[in-house]
């Protein structure tokens, strides 16, 4: 589900405080409309600090061998990195933002500087759900899930990495790509997954929303698995958001 604050002036921060902490239970993502012309970057970050009581997480691992600490990363289209999906106009695949972390941040901020002029949808497959879908068409791979311990890892120091199962309680921890997929078993799972969820976008399980430029998004990362859709640009910075994690 996708819920909305529609209010875009400082009087309807007890309403986006309630929204929000409402979202952190993980059945809803929340659209904050015009959020950005309420606060900037920085105001964003001291109303979840001193009015949320959420703590930062400042990790961004931006590549294999470089990890910056900084609030807000941009996720700019660059026209000369296509082939990273950061930085490309591709649709990006079903994902969490920190599954490549022991004790990642659960909430998720998008602030959406500059929204492309076509595409560019998010997309949700929220964990309830994705558990209700597997019970019912693929009941084996679901145990594989729950049972079959994984290493998540992106950066190449070893200082950071998730050993874990992909489904654990009530939590999931997925990124196809930076999965360690180093047996045949583990492979052939992931694979079975990715291919699911690839199904399962074309249905009504997947919720797909397209936020405006100055929307900020917000999820609990570890309940819901999120993407996007392709979209049109021409020109590097024809679409900009900067993620921040946070700590509950």
């Known amino acids: 589900m996708i819920l909305f604050c529609n209010k875009s002036n400082e009087d309807s921060l007890t309403e986006i405080k309630k929204a929000i902490k409402h979202s952190t239970l993980g059945s809803n993502a929340l659209v904050i409309k015009n959020g950005l012309k ?16 959420f703590k930062n997480d400042d990790r961004q691992i931006v590549s294999e061998d470089n ?22 106009k591709t649709k990006q695949p079903l994902h969490n933002d920190n599954s490549w972390f022991s004790d990642p941040a ?6 959406f500087e500059k929204q492309a002029l076509k595409g560019g949808q998010s997309t949700f497959y929220f964990l309830d759900r994705l558990i209700y879908d597997l ?20 950066d190449i120091t070893g200082k950071y990495f998730n050993r874990t199962t992909i489904i654990k309680n009530d939590q999931i921890f997925w990124n196809y790509y930076r999965t360690i ?23 009504k399980s997947v919720i797909k929303y397209r936020c405006n430029t ?6 609990n990362d570890s309940k819901v698995l999120h993407g996007r859709l392709g979209f049109s640009a021409l020109e590097s910075g024809d679409r900009v958001l900067h993620q921040s994690m946070w700590y509950l």
Request: include cysteine; aromatic fraction near 12%.
């Open 106 to 111: 659960e909430m998720v901020f998008l602030a």
């Open 38 to 53: 309420i606060y900037k970057l920085n105001g964003w970050v001291s109303f979840l600090k001193n009015q949320m009581k």
């Open 181 to 203: 997929k180093d047996r045949p078993r583990i492979k052939q799972m992931c694979k079975k997954f990715f291919l699911f969820l690839e199904k399962k976008e074309k249905t």
């Open 67 to 88: 990890i910056e600490r900084t609030v807000w990363w941009a996720i700019r289209y660059d026209k000369d990195r296509e082939s990273v999906y950061t930085h490309s």
């Open 214 to 219: 100055n929307d900020i998004l917000c999820f």
């Open 135 to 154: 019970e019912k068409e693929e009941k084996n791979l679901l145990d594989d899930l729950r049972h079959e311990e994984v290493i998540i890892r992106k």
